[in-house]
Nanobody, 127 residues
Framework: QVQLVESGGGLVQRGGSLRLSCSAS????????MAWFRQAPGKERECVAA????????YLLNSVKGRFTVSRDNGKNTVYLHMDSLKTEQPPVYYC????????????????????WGQGTQVTVSS
């Protein structure tokens, strides 16, 4: 079982930067694919970024390419999402997720791939 705790959310001005962190419990963190999802009120969660364990393959949502970066530190059981050039219209809540076992590239952006979820962290971008 993996427990995930997100941190780093907060209030930032349009065009600013934030780095979200997700700390995982358990000794098998390095075996999990990790992802960041975001959700706007009344809408489904969408995958912003994911990083596979086997080869470090990274998925990024097209609209955040060039602005967001996903990375992981297996020694610290932590995955990061660095966000630059933040926009006011972006969804406010970010969730960390983990999937055990092998993960196909095509499955990385799917919420159904991930069995473990954090509670979410709020990101508010002011104009």
């Amino acid at each position: 079982q993996v427990q995930l705790v997100e941190s780093g959310g907060g209030l930032v001005q349009r065009g600013g930067s934030l780095r979200l962190s997700c700390s995982a419990s358990g000794r098998t963190f390095s075996t999990y694919a990790m992802a960041w999802f975001r959700q706007a009120p009344g809408k489904e969660r969408e995958c912003v970024a994911a990083i596979r364990r086997r080869d470090g393959y990274r998925y990024l949502l097209n609209s955040v390419k060039g602005r967001f970066t996903v990375s992981r530190d297996n020694g610290k059981n932590t995955v990061y999402l660095h966000m630059d050039s933040l926009k006011t219209e972006q969804p406010p809540v970010y969730y960390c997720a983990a999937a055990a076992g092998g993960t196909m590239v095509s499955s990385l952006p799917l919420a159904s791939t991930y069995a473990h979820w954090g509670q979410g962290t709020q990101v508010t971008v002011s104009s």
